[in-house]
């Protein structure tokens, strides 16, 4: 697996559920960050979280980082249809912590 | 406070012809990143700067890619001699520091026919 994998590929869920994503990675890091992009459209900066800090939260969203096991996960919770998007965990190397490696994405569906 | 801008959104050119993308950083920001998406792919990095400085262009391909950030003006990422694998969007970010979180633009998407 690459750097900053995402899984599931896809997720369709109904409105009002939550919508749980997960990240793996290979090598150590010093940040990792979620993204959202809607379809044909840039990428949204969601949470960045940092190899020292194991939750974080924004509004609906909730980041946990496990650097035990080189993963960190995405839960948006009380999903909307405004949700559907491709997210994107982004990790940073210790030497070129500018340096981003993105995965192929989780896309998520919700359906109203 | 505008976000990161590029253009044009979307630019379409034959093989052999030259490509001129350009990102203007948020305000404040001094370091500026470009990034490459294939279709069904995630982001690739190529190219790190600085004002007037390149500093990590280790994801650029060696020929026919440049880039540059002047003093004045926005940076460019330039193409030249495009063929149809060039075809992708290609994504600007821009940070006020180099652990700082990096804010991304709407993208260039180039088509090579």
């Known amino acids: 697996s690459q750097q900053g994998e995402e899984d599931p590929q896809a997720l369709s869920i109904q409105e009002g559920e939550n919508a749980t994503m997960n990240c793996s990675y290979k090598?150590?890091?010093?940040?990792l960050q979620w993204y959202r992009q809607n379809s044909g459209r840039g990428l949204v900066h969601l949470i960045l979280i940092r190899s020292n800090e194991r939750e974080k939260h924004s509004g609906r969203l909730r980041v946990t980082l496990d650097t035990s096991k080189k993963s960190s996960s995405l839960l948006i919770t009380a999903s909307r249809a405004a949700d559907t998007a491709s997210y994107f965990c982004a990790t940073d190397t210790g030497g070129s912590n500018y340096k981003l490696t993105f995965g192929k994405g989780t896309l998520l569906t919700v359906n109203p | 406070n505008a976000g990161v801008m590029q253009n044009p959104r979307h630019l379409v050119r034959r093989r052999g012809q030259e490509a001129r993308l350009r990102c203007s950083p948020m305000k404040g920001h001094s370091h500026v990143y470009w990034y490459r998406q294939l279709p069904e792919e995630g982001l690739k990095f190529m190219v790190y700067l600085q004002k007037e400085n390149i500093i990590d262009e280790s994801g650029m391909p060696k020929e026919r890619f440049s880039a540059e950030f002047p003093k004045e003006g926005p940076s460019i990422l330039r193409i030249q001699q495009v063929v149809r694998g060039d075809s992708a969007a290609y994504f600007c970010a821009s940070s006020t520091g180099v652990q700082e979180t990096q804010y991304f633009g709407p993208g260039t998407r180039l088509l090579v026919l």
């Open positions: 090598t150590s890091i010093n940040n």
